[in-house]
């Protein structure tokens, strides 16, 4: 009784007025007249918090009291965004809260772009994981997300003098008021050393670890609320802390630094979030937080379960564990340590409750991306999970042989262990033997894992193959991002689609009313005005707004081909040079993403991005009809204002090596028409939105192969074409470099001799797609209409979807409703 109409609980305006004055006095010691905007976004953010807060620990008391399964979703990265405003439309008080701070003389806008981004991803993987947790809660589901709470995020980028700079990452500066440290759950780790055989009182051979070093880690816990209902899950990060501040043996032979030292040591492990996506460097420190957050969390969900009286023989009956790609696959070998070592279970019944726990889901087929491990690396940090490793493949192994005997080339090619050269852990392979399920990211992905990456096991184990196509949340990435088209579908549809984004379907028959039309693209424009003053404001580049914005927004990756929209755009400013006054449609081109620190190519092709834009953006000829900008910091917050203001999104992997794709789905879903390549979840945004309304070119996955079986040789394709040729004469004589014929002979000697993403066997093709997209974007009617067919026909591509297929098909978990105390 004491919680209700308090101030901390009640969502009315004065209320919360009340409480917002309250929280900038005694949490902030603020008064009015000094508070900074810092001050009242801290404030706000309090205020909001305690309403949170309430449903959390409702949410707890309903879980506490039942014993339906879990959901556990382990991720290295959590890529979450801002909180605050997501808090508001989940909680459905965005416009009370905007008119309470306004009567107050703020702006709500102004006190949501106070709050740092927790940057604690590098891409897709991270951000799939924070769409998850939010559709996870949206459909009343219990789940944990787990993972690690980085100091310092994905670095941020600074662009100087056309160059990537990296710059850390402080999320943590002024403080973060969604977290809530817990030291009352805090866990110890052990780490290195070596293992030893001892006989326990019944007789029985045991093997005992004695570790080198223990670390201590800190669960640090954030509400995460669903979309208007009661329910708030938590997103649980685990910091790594010394065991002692000290160590008092050294302090006292007088070493005071030596002894700090080992603190500074183990508080390294959660320090920084490695920024390499898709190439592992087999880094000792990487494998430590793997293991880390991994065994904490485990940890705690043994005692959770223990709390409610269950026994360890039935963990799987409460715990779903979904792996987020190999990274916390050691999990495997954790979960069974646990039960022989500790609990000494029988070997099978132990490995029967490990198999049921464990979902694995792939993210990627690169080769270079699959994780591997140095047996030794591997051995020094984890003795005793290498030899468990060793006892899961020969079991596993004996199965093969029993299954395909005589093929010791099958049991070569799936063991645990490669042993082509140097011997490494094959992580992959762990988590596939580890899993009751495996799936793919898009229906394309799961085919290729079938047939290549896994084909060896998905001939052995056909069953636990699954795919489940991603999604994105349309409380972020529409209702958050995009108001004034949220506006539109309100008035037209209601707002039923939030929670069930297949409503968007209503939009259909509003695709061909003229008013309607016109009122899309006055939104358009809007959202592109206010895209323009963020370009002008970040990189001094001034933008039309009734050009075409065509945007490509993602890492910066060959595999992506960012320099395949650079050749044909250089081709565009090449016809309009050679004829200026060829018709040529005004086009603004923005690139953003971010590019491994260690990739030279993938900091040479931002370097080649600004060396086009310096000089297009600035010769006369071109009449400002063609833009190139590259903005700095592609992150979840500039991306919120990216999507809303695009026309065209650019899609143009090569076929088979983009496992899915998110941002295709965001930008589909806020109205811009796609050009891409029959690849990942591109294949059916086409099949959803109808082929009459994308714009498909290059080979197919299957082409791809073929071609490069029958021997592709790419100096022969681009001789053969004369606009390519011309392309790759300008860049190689330097008119994007003042003369310097070296700087880009990296990226042209790739394309000439390698070309190993194939640009110029699909550069003919997009070239002639992109002037189709032109004739589109030329009749209005015909573009709007297309653009009201997209979002109208995205519905598949929410989260809710995705999340309900892992529900059914993996997790075996259903709803549980919560009252509010
Ligand atoms: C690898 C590594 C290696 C070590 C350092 C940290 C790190 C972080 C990430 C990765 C693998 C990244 C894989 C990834 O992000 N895949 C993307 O997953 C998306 C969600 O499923 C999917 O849409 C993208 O197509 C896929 O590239």
Redesign the pocket.
């Known amino acids: 009784d004491l919680l209700h109409a308090s101030d901390r609980t009640s969502l009315s305006k004065d209320s919360f007025k009340r409480a917002f004055i309250d929280n900038l006095f005694y949490t902030q010691g603020k008064f009015l007249q000094v508070a900074t905007h810092k001050d009242y976004y801290q404030a706000l953010a309090y205020t909001v918090r305690d309403r949170l807060l309430y449903r959390w620990v409702s949410t707890a008391t309903a879980y506490t009291g039942q014993v339906s399964r879990t959901v556990s979703y382990l991720s290295?990265?959590f890529l979450m965004g801002p909180s605050l405003g997501n808090t508001l439309i989940n909680l459905g008080i965005l416009d009370e809260v905007r008119q309470a701070v306004g009567e107050l003389g703020l702006d709500l806008t102004d006190l949501l772009d106070q709050e740092a981004e927790p940057g604690l991803g590098?891409?897709?993987?991270?951000?799939?994981a924070a769409c998850f947790i939010d559709s996870l809660a949206t459909l009343e589901l219990p789940a944990l997300g787990y993972g690690i709470r980085y100091e310092h995020g994905i670095f941020y980028q600074t662009i100087v003098d056309g160059w990537q700079v990296e710059n850390t990452d402080n999320w943590l500066r002024y403080g973060n008021p969604w977290e809530i440290r817990r030291p009352e759950w805090s866990v110890e780790v052990k780490i290195g050393g070596f293992t030893e055989t001892y006989t326990d009182t019944e007789d029985r051979h045991r093997v005992r670890w004695v570790p080198a070093k223990t670390v201590v880690g800190v669960p640090f816990d954030s509400p995460i609320p669903g979309y208007r209902v009661n329910t708030a899950n938590t997103l649980r990060l685990w910091s790594a802390e010394a065991t002692q501040s000290f160590d008092f043996e050294v302090f006292n032979r007088g070493d005071y630094l030596g002894a700090v030292n080992k603190k500074v040591t183990s508080e390294n492990l959660t320090k920084i979030?490695?920024?390499?996506?898709?190439?592992?460097?087999g880094k000792e420190l990487?494998l430590e937080q793997q293991y880390f957050f991994v065994a904490c969390s485990l940890h705690d969900m043994i005692r959770i379960l223990k709390g409610q009286g269950g026994s360890i023989e039935r963990f799987h009956e409460k715990f779903a564990v979904q792996l987020n790609?190999t990274?916390p696959a050691i999990g495997v070998a954790e979960l069974m340590r646990i039960l022989v070592d500790d609990y000494l279970l029988p070997w099978n019944d132990a490995w029967s409750i490990t198999t049921q726990t464990f979902g694995y889901?792939n993210?990627?087929l690169l080769p270079e991306?699959l994780?591997r491990w140095p047996l030794d690396l591997f051995r020094r940090l984890l003795p005793r999970h290498l030899e468990l490793i060793f006892e899961i493949n020969e079991r596993f192994l004996h199965d093969v042989r029993v299954a395909f005997l005589g093929d010791e080339a099958r049991v070569r090619a799936l063991s645990l262990i490669d042993e082509t050269g140097e011997r490494y852990v094959r992580m992959a392979h762990l988590a596939t033997v580890g899993s009751h399920a495996v799936n793919g990211?898009?229906t394309l992905?799961s085919d290729l894992l079938k047939k290549d990456v896994l084909a060896d096991f998905y001939a052995l184990s056909p069953q636990k193959f699954h795919s489940i196509t991603?999604g994105v949340t349309p409380r972020r990435w529409l209702a958050l991002a995009n108001p004034r088209l949220c506006e539109l579908f309100r008035e037209t549809i209601g707002d039923g689609w939030a929670k069930e984004l297949d409503q968007l379907r209503r939009l259909e028959r509003h695709a061909d009313d003229a008013a309607f039309a016109e009122r899309w693209r006055a939104i358009k424009l809007d959202n592109k005005r206010q895209l323009a003053d963020l370009i002008v404001q970040r990189t001094g580049i001034e933008v039309d707004p009734e050009s075409m914005f065509d945007v490509q927004v993602k890492r910066i990756h060959e595999y992506k081909r960012q320099h395949l929209a650079v050749l044909q755009i250089i081709a565009m400013y090449h016809r309009l040079k050679s004829d200026p006054n060829a018709e040529v449609l005004p086009r603004t081109f923005i690139f953003s993403g971010k590019a491994a620190p260690g990739y030279a190519i993938a900091k040479l092709m931002i370097r080649l991005i600004t060396a086009i834009g310096d000089v297009i953006n600035y010769d006369p000829e071109v009449r400002g009809r063609l833009k190139v900008v590259f903005m700095p910091n592609f992150s979840v917050t500039t991306g919120q204002r990216i999507y809303p203001g695009a026309d065209l999104s650019e899609q143009i992997s090569l076929a088979g090596k983009?496992?899915?794709?998110?941002g295709n789905m965001k930008f589909a879903m806020n109205g811009a028409l796609t050009i891409g390549t029959m690849d990942?979840?591109n294949i059916e945004i086409c099949e959803e939105v109808g082929s009459d309304n994308f714009f498909t070119f290059g080979m197919t996955a299957a082409q791809v192969e073929e071609r490069r079986r029958a021997g592709y040789d790419p100096r022969e394709v681009i001789e053969a074409n004369p606009e390519l040729h011309a392309v790759v004469e300008l860049i190689r004589n330097g008119l994007f470099s003042r003369g310097d014929t070296e700087l880009f002979k990296p990226i042209i000697d790739g394309l000439l001799w390698h070309d190993t993403y194939m640009l110029a066997a699909d550069y003919a093709s997009y070239s002639d797609c992109q002037l189709e997209v032109d004739r589109a974007y030329r009749d209005t009617a015909r573009w709007t209409r297309m653009s009201i067919l997209n979002v109208a026909r995205s519905g598949k591509f929410s989260s809710d979807r995705s999340i309900q297929e892992y529900a059914d098909k993996i997790w075996k978990v259903t709803p549980v409703s919560v009252p509010l105390l």
């Open positions: 290295a990265e590098n891409g897709g993987l991270g951000r799939l979030l490695y920024p390499n996506d898709e190439t592992p460097q990487r790609d990274h889901t993210h990627t991306a994780e990211v898009a992905h991603n983009e496992a899915s794709g998110t990942g979840a």
